[in-house]
């Protein structure tokens, strides 16, 4: 069975940095893609980043277009989010899954039918 464990999440000024770490283990499928998310009290679910898992594409949502970078180390198996010039609306749990729906459709499982992390509470505030 598919495990994700996410870390790094944690305290940050308005302005800094964070990089998010997503660790996968039993998976029965290599093809797989990988989707960031994020969560805010009273908020909806929002896909924020998606990997490619077979040709090593990208996707970000427009709120975070140009300040998060999401990458892969193969040998560790885990995706990370690379989060720069973080903003206070950018508060919230952040999860790892199996699948970029809404953001990417098509690539994988749907969001329903995937495997989630835990979550990581990101909180930007001075």
């Known amino acids: 069975q598919a495990h994700l464990v996410e870390s790094g999440g944690g305290l940050v000024q308005p302005g800094g940095s964070l990089r998010l770490s997503c660790a996968a283990s039993?998976?029965?499928?290599?093809?797989?893609?990988i989707g960031w998310f994020r969560q805010a009290p009273g908020k909806e679910r929002e896909a924020v980043s998606c990997?490619?898992?077979?040709?090593?594409?990208?996707f970000y949502a427009d709120s975070v277009q140009g300040r998060f970078t999401i990458s892969r180390d193969n040998g560790r198996r885990t995706v990370y989010l690379q989060m720069n010039s973080l903003k206070p609306e950018d508060t919230a749990v952040y999860y790892c899954a199996t699948t970029c729906e809404p953001l990417v459709w098509d690539l994988g499982p749907a969001a329903d039918g995937a495997y989630w992390g835990q979550g990581t509470q990101v909180t930007v505030s001075s």
């Open positions: 990997l490619n898992t077979v040709d090593g594409s990208t």
């Open positions: 039993g998976f029965t499928s290599a093809h797989w893609p």
